[in-house]
Nanobody
């Protein structure tokens, strides 16, 4: 069982920045693809970003150019740097892990999940 522990979120003004992290004690972290998803009230969980075990990244269209996903395998941690935040970025953000670098964009394809981090962007 892989346990993912996310950092706390918070409130930020539109145009601001915030970083969230997701850490695990699992020593095989480097073998996992790591994704970030978000869910706003009344909406389905949405793909945000993914980084493969090899370091390849991809982003959802709504965050491309504003968000950056990265990983530090020495610290067993994945990060999501969010810049130029908009009120529509307000959501609970979840990190997720899976062993294979396949089917990386749907939440149902991930086995392990963090507890969620609330990010609120005020206008």
């Amino acid at each position: 069982q892989v346990q993912l522990v996310q950092s706390e979120g918070g409130l930020v003004q539109a145009g601001g920045s915030m970083s969230v992290s997701c850490a695990t004690s699992d020593r095989t972290f480097s073998n996992y693809a790591m994704g970030w998803f978000r869910q706003a009230p009344g909406k389905e969980r949405e793909f945000v970003a993914v980084i493969s075990s090899g370091g390849n990244t991809n982003y959802g269209d709504s965050v491309k150019g504003r968000f950056t996903i990265s990983r530090d395998n020495a610290k067993n941690t994945v990060y999501l740097q969010m810049n130029s935040l908009k009120p529509e970025d307000t959501a609970v953000y979840y990190c997720a892990a899976k062993r294979l670098n396949l089917n990386l964009y749907l939440p149902e394809d991930y086995r392990y999940w963090g507890q969620g981090t609330q990010v609120t962007v005020s206008s």
